[in-house]
């Protein structure tokens, strides 16, 4: 049996048109000579659907379109990801379900048994678990079908396992001989690698292929990125699909042979191209053309815009620079040069007089008081003012420039530099906003786009006279060793300064701001998620929190 890996794009509740891309690659596949071919984990109705599998006509039109696309599949069995009514007079309503779709019928679905509770996944909010494990018999080849995190629970690679159930073990004891498992898994750093990793492990532990399909594409702040594969009993790698693109492979398991399709070269490249596929898609599917780019001509909004402008077309952006009287001249020159240099709209509003009468009228109000950091968050919000009176009039989305590290500590604006529809590398320390800025140069045919007086000058807000970041920060490689240690590890403060041999007193006040800025981030706008612990609905703290490690 010829197996077809179907890696799409889907979007949340367009029923219509993710019929339409499933028979669309059904076709391909049959046309390739393929006898069955796989779709992701909810293919149908887009993933994840979160509170609207909890609105019943949502769940309704999600089965209704799922009996229309059986009776109108080309002559091809289909494994397919969908929603299902439970049928439980207990729980939950709701199934995540894979549907076998054959000769215009559903012949058998199964209910993904495990649901993951942890990071950005709340499962078990929504969906009543399965039963049991289904196995299925086609042209002699007895498959045994899985859900997403139903091959995550593996004793044999995992040290500690979330789950009581190991739904593959539970397969193969009811005689699977083939493993499928159609997924939805988010890309973060290291996750492809990963997940190669324990799916070989699984092929060679139980002497048995597995073939494992993954939806590709943005869904608001998560990016998914397909690299569907599938290995042999002997856990050797025969076929794999492109990351971070939607693509249609076969592989025929009995011969061990498939196609092979090129995988990022690093895990730099990765996130770059995680980068590029969220943005492009959280534009289009919320229904907009074009973006806006804040530039201040440093390093952070030159890598967003560089981003924005192949994610969605030179002239689908705008470039803005707003500068202040604290903005060196050589700031204006290098947000213009970059604009140049990408074939960008380029816009000047200079911010000083606006300043100036934001200071006049406020000064009765400020009288006796000295100037602090209110005068620089003025300017940060007269930008930000800016950016979405002409995202209002252009229709355009704001794209926020603020990156991880700024935002775990609140060196950021409320309603000024946060201002925004989505912000692009707000899970991007600046250590790595440096490595991938480096990266796109790199990669350019031509001029680099980014000015090299990016990467040497120091970075500054530019809101108050000489002015660096460095003023109010450790250096940037250590607090992001820091943050990295606390955030995504959960260090206490002693472990993180034994590890990194910093001083407690530097990483508990560097705790301290990350507890502080919480009201901050959770206004933020959504943040695309490339590391293993994004801020947004992965990581849930108390804002009014007097916890202290």
């Given at each position: ?161 979330l789950y009581s159930r190991d739904p593959v073990e539970e397969t193969v004891r009811a005689g699977a001989a083939l493993i499928l498992n159609i997924a939805a898994s988010p890309f973060m750093r290291g996750k492809i690698r990963l997940r ?354």
């Amino acid at each position: 049996m010829k197996i077809a890996l179907a890696q799409i794009n889907t979007t949340v509740g367009d029923f219509g048109g993710n019929a339409e891309k499933i028979i669309a690659f059904a076709g391909r596949a049959r046309d390739r000579g393929a006898g069955l071919v796989i779709f992701p984990e909810l293919a149908l109705c887009g993933y994840p659907p979160r509170d609207l599998v909890e609105r019943a006509s949502f769940v309704e039109s999600c089965e209704c379109e799922l009996k229309r696309l059986a009776e109108r599949l080309p002559p091809i069995p289909a494994l397919v990801g969908t929603v299902k009514r439970s049928g439980a007079s207990q729980g939950k309503t709701v199934m995540d379900a894979a549907a076998l779709l054959m000769g215009g019928s559903i012949v058998v679905d199964y209910a993904k048994i495990l649901l993951p509770f942890y990071d950005v996944f709340d499962e078990s909010r929504y969906f009543e678990p399965g039963f049991g494990p289904v196995v299925y018999t086609l042209d002699g080849e007895r498959l045994g079908l899985t859900v997403c995190e139903d091959v995550w629970n593996d004793k044999n690679f995992w040290k500690r396992q979330l789950y009581s159930r190991d739904p593959v073990e539970e397969t193969v004891r009811a005689g699977a001989a083939l493993i499928l498992n159609i997924a939805a898994s988010p890309f973060m750093r290291g996750k492809i690698r990963l997940r190669y990793d324990m799916l070989r492990a699984i092929a060679w532990e139980r002497s048995m292929p597995v073939v494992y399909v993954n939806l590709v594409g943005g869904n608001d702040g998560l990016v998914f990125d397909g690299s569907s594969c599938a290995f042999d009993a002997g856990g050797n790698l025969i076929a794999r699909a492109v990351s971070f693109e939607e693509d249609l492979i076969l592989c025929d398991v009995p011969g061990g042979s498939g196609e092979l399709h090129d995988a990022p070269a690093s895990e730099v490249e990765a996130v770059c191209r995680a980068l590029l596929l969220g943005t492009k898609d959280y534009v289009a599917k919320c229904g907009f053309r074009q973006a806006i780019v804040g530039l201040s001509g440093g390093i952070d909004s030159s890598l967003v815009a560089v981003l924005a402008a192949r994610a969605l077309g030179p002239k689908q952006v705008h470039g803005v620079a707003m500068p202040g009287p604290y903005s060196s001249p050589a700031s204006l020159r290098d947000a213009e040069a970059l604009a140049r240099n990408l074939g960008i709209h380029f816009h000047v509003v200079p911010i000083g007089q606006m300043f100036e009468s934001y200071l006049a009228a406020l000064a009765p109000l400020f009288a006796g008081l000295p100037p602090d950091v209110t005068e620089e968050n003025v300017q940060a919000r007269i930008r930000g003012n800016i950016l979405m009176a002409l995202s209002n009039k252009l229709g355009a989305l704001v794209l926020s420039t603020g990156n991880k590290s700024e935002l775990a500590v609140g060196y950021c604006t409320l309603y000024g530099d946060m201002a925004g529809g989505l912000a692009v590398i707000a899970d991007v320390p600046k250590t790595m906003v440096y490595e991938l800025a480096r990266y796109l140069n790199a990669q350019a045919d031509q001029t680099p786009p980014i000015p090299v007086a990016c990467f040497d000058k120091p970075p500054s807000a530019e809101l108050r006279p000489n002015q660096t970041d460095q003023d109010t920060l450790p250096p940037y490689d250590v607090l992001d060793a820091i943050l990295q240690a606390y955030i995504e590890e959960n260090l206490r403060v002693r472990e993180i300064a034994a590890r990194l041999s910093l001083d407690p007193q530097l990483v508990r006040d560097t705790v301290r701001r990350v507890t502080a800025a919480e009201y901050k981030r959770q206004q933020a706008a959504p943040a695309l998620k490339v590391t293993a612990k994004a801020f947004g609905i992965g990581r849930r703290f108390p804002i009014a929190n007097k916890f202290e490690d």
